[in-house]
C-alpha cells in the first residue's frame, strides 16, 4: 500500500516554516510496509484542499492530513475532506461536552467556534486527543471503487505523535497484509564518504531485500537500513546479518549500531572507564564543550574547559608557554598537545583535548590554510595529535574537528 | 499571479531528508508579488511526476520543477514534463557540446547518458548553469487555453540559488504586473511574545496593507514585514513607516532592523567601542563562547572563556572562593557575579560574563527548579545580574540563557 501526505497550513507555504510532521509520519509508515509517494502542502484555503483531497484519494490507497483541525474559521480540513469524499459532517455531541468540560477544568468559558471542532465526518471514528482540543478522525470506505483509508491529525507534534502511535498504528496494522520490517542504523565516524562506500557496496549489494540508505554529514555517515520478511524474525535476522557484515567491515569506524549519538557513545564509555574529560579549545570556540555538556548527566565526567582564542589565554588557561606559540605558531601541533596537557592538569582530569586550528574564512596561509586543525588528546600514557584538513566553511570545519575530538576519546576508550 | 513548486526526488519522501529550496524559492517569489499556493514533493517516478505536473499547470499560474535533471535513470523532470504538455524534447547540440568540453577540462570522458542533460522540451529557453552539469529550461505558453510560466531548476542549492537570481527573476517580473513589494523585518530580545504581540498589534493592525508574520524563538521574535505599492518607493515608504511605529513602541526590545543577528550585533557594538569579553559559563556549557565565536574575526573582541562545570574548576579558572559556592549554592547570584568578575579579571577583558543554572532535565530542586539561570554581566562600574526561569528543555533553556547574555553586553553597548 502506498500513502500520501497532506500538511495544510498557509504558514507552511511562507519562506519561514516547513512542515516536519511529515518526516515523523513516513518513518512510521516505512516500518509499517507503507510507503509514501507524494506529499502535498496546501494553504488554509477550503476549495484547494478539497482539490487536493480529491487528487489524493484518486492516486493513493492512504490519505493522511495534518492540521486545519482547531476552532478558527481557518481550520477547513473537515469540511474540505467531507466534500471530497461528499459525506455529510455531523456535530457529535459527546465532543461537545468533552471540549465544555475541558474548557470548565480550566475556568474558561467555551466560545461557540469551538464546538466545529465537534463535527465528524459521517461513518468516520472519533480518535480523541489527549494532549489538545481537536480530536482526530478515522475512516475507511470505497473512492471511486477502491478501498481506502483516511486519517485526520491535528498539527502539533506531541498531538500528532500520540495520536497516531496509540490510535492509528494497530488500526492500520490490521488492514495491512502480514509482514514484518526490520530497521537498523550504522553511525560511521570520520571517513570519507567515498571510501565507506567503496568498502560497503559489494557487501550491501548482495542484499538486494534490504534498502540501504547512506546520510553523510560533516565527519559522520549514518548507514539506516530496513528489509521486510514474513516474521518480524525472519526480517530482523536478515537485517542483522548484513549489520554483522558492515561492522566487521568498517571495524573501528562504527560508533553505534543503535541509534546513539557520538556524544552519548562517550559519554558512556567515560562513565565506564570512570574516566574524566577536560577541554581546550581555540577555533572551535567551545563548541566541544558544547556537544560534551549536552548530554544530560555530563557533570559526572566533563570536568571543566577553556576556550583559548587569544594566545594570553591560551597561556593563563592552558599553561602553554608563550616561547611555544612564538616559536611553531597557535596554529601547530606543539600547541595543540600543550593544550590538551595544560588542560589536563589543571582540571586534573583523566584525559585533556586540545584542539587549534583555522576555522576560517580568514586567518589561513599558504603555509596554514582554512581547515587546517590540530587535535591532540592527553592522557596518563602520553599525548596523541591528528592533523587534518576539512573541507567546508567556518561552522562546518568547527563540526568536523569537534567530532574529530570526540571520537579521538571514543577510539581511546574502546 | 500564484505559483506551485514540485520538488523531486525519492530521498525526499524518505524520513531523513526535507525539500529545502522551496522555502528559498518562496521568499524570492513573494518578492516578487507571487504567492505559493502548492507544494508537492513527488518521487524519481515518470507517471507520478507527468500527473502532478499536469494537476499544477491546472490550478496554478507558475509551475516551477526542482531537481530530476541530472543524468541518471532517475532523472525524469525534463521527460515528465515534456509529456504533461505533450511537447517534443530535442537534443540540443549545443548542450552536447557544452558538456563534452565541460568534461574534456576535467580530462574526463563524457559517458552517454550525459547526453539527456541536453535534451530541450520544444519552445523552452535553456538556463546555463555555471556551477553544475544540469541546465535549466524557461518556457512559457498556453496550457488549457491559460498562459502559464514554467520554470525547469537544479536540485542542488547553490545551482538553483544562482540559476533563478541570474536568469528567472527579470524574465519572472517583466510577465508580471507592474508592482512593488518592499520587505523588512525587525528583531526582538527577551520578549514574551504575548506581551510582543499586545504592544505591536494595536500598530500593525492600522497597516492592513502590510502583510506581518510574528515567528517566535527561544528569547528571540522576529517581525516579518512586506507590502506592495504601485513603486518601490511608495511600498517602501509604507514599510519604513510601519518599522519606525514598531521601534518607537518596543524601544531598547529591537536588536535589529535589517537581518542582522544577535551574535552579529554585539560584535558590531564590541567593535565599535574598542571592547573586549570574555565568559565563564556552568549550565550552558560552551555554548555562549560558541555563539560569540561564530561570527567571523571574533577574535579582535573575544579574548577567551572558560566552561566551569565542576566547583573545583569554578575556583581554578575564575577564582569563585570555595566558601562563596558552599555558602550560596553553585546555583546563585553570588556565583553568578563572582563568575562573571573573575573571568573579566583573569582574561584582563572589558566585560565578563558569568552564567549558572539548571538547564535540566535533572538537577532541578524545589528551591532551584530546572529553567533557573542567573546571568552576571562585569564591567568596569559594577556587575548586574539577571536572573530567570526559562520553559523548555535542556537545549531550549540553554539557547535562551545565552540569548539573555547577549543581550545583556547589547544593552550595556546600546
Not at 481557518?74 to 469540511?79: G, K, V, W
Not at 477502491?146 to 506531541?158: Q, S, V
Not at 546520510?215 to 549489520?243: F, M, N, P, W, Y
Request: glycine residues 8%; proline residues 3%.
Amino acid at each position: 500500500m502506498n500513502a500520501e501526505i497532506i500538511a495544510i497550513g498557509s504558514e507552511l507555504l511562507t519562506p519561514f516554516r516547513q512542515d516536519t510532521n511529515s518526516l515523523y509520519l513516513t518513518e512510521k509508515l516505512n516500518q509499517l510496509g507503507v510507503e509514501v509517494i507524494f506529499k502535498t502542502i496546501v494553504g488554509d484555503s477550503r476549495e484547494h484542499l478539497t482539490g487536493a483531497a480529491s487528487l489524493a484519494l484518486l492516486r493513493t490507497d492512504i490519505v493522511i492530513f495534518i492540521g486545519g483541525l482547531g476552532p478558527t474559521e481557518d481550520d477547513l480540513t473537515r469540511e474540505a475532506v467531507a466534500d471530497a469524499l461528499q459525506l455529510e459532517l455531523r456535530r457529535d455531541p459527546e465532543i461537545v461536552a468533552s471540549l465544555e468540560r475541558r474548557f470548565a477544568a480550566r475556568r474558561y468559558k467555551m466560545t461557540a467556534n469551538n464546538s466545529k471542532q465537534a463535527d465528524v465526518i459521517a461513518g468516520a471514528t472519533v480518535l480523541a486527543n489527549a494532549n489538545g482540543s481537536a480530536p482526530g478522525q478515522w475512516l475507511t470506505g470505497k473512492y471511486e471503487d477502491k478501498e481506502k483509508i483516511i486519517i485526520l491529525l491535528p498539527g502539533p507534534p506531541h498531538e500528532l505523535a500520540a495520536l497516531f502511535e496509540e490510535q492509528c498504528i494497530d488500526r492500520l496494522r490490521a488492514k495491512l497484509p502480514a509482514q514484518s520490517i526490520a530497521t537498523r542504523v550504522l553511525k560511521i565516524a570520520m571517513i570519507a564518504e567515498s571510501q565507506c562506500d567503496a568498502r560497503i557496496a559489494p557487501i550491501y549489494k548482495r542484499y538486494p531485500d534490504v534498502q540501504t540508505t547512506i546520510l553523510a554529514g560533516a565527519g559522520e555517515i549514518q548507514v539506516h537500513l530496513q528489509t521486510r520478511g514474513a516474521s518480524l524474525e525472519v526480517a530482523q535476522k536478515r537485517v542483522d546479518q548484513l549489520v554483522e557484515e558492515l561492522e566487521e567491515e568498517l571495524d573501528e569506524f562504527v560508533y553505534s549500531d543503535n541509534g546513539d549519538s557520538l556524544e552519548q557513545i562517550v559519554s558512556y564509555y567515560l562513565q565506564m572507564r570512570n574516566s574524566t574529560v577536560a577541554a581546550a579549545e581555540s577555533c572551535t570556540g567551545g563548541l566541544l564543550a558544547e556537544r560534551l555538556t549536552s548530554i544530560s548527566g555530563s557533570s559526572r565526567y566533563f570536568l571543566g574547559g577553556a576556550v583559548v582564542y587569544s594566545n594570553e589565554v591560551k597561556t593563563k588557561f592552558a599553561g602553554v608557554p608563550a616561547e611555544l606559540i612564538e616559536k611553531h605558531g597557535a596554529v601547530s601541533r606543539e600547541v595543540a598537545m600543550a593544550l590538551a596537557e595544560g588542560i589536563r592538569e589543571r582540571c586534573g582530569a583523566t584525559f585533556g583535548i586540545g584542539i587549534t586550528g583555522v576555522a576560517g574564512p580568514t586567518g589561513g596561509s599558504v603555509e596554514k590554510p582554512v581547515g587546517l586543525v590540530f587535535h591532540a588528546l592527553a592522557g596518563e600514557r602520553g599525548t596523541e595529535v591528528v592533523q587534518r584538513n576539512f573541507p567546508g566553511d567556518r561552522q562546518r570545519v568547527r563540526w568536523f574537528a569537534t567530532t574529530q575530538a570526540l571520537d579521538m576519546v571514543r577510539r581511546k576508550l574502546m
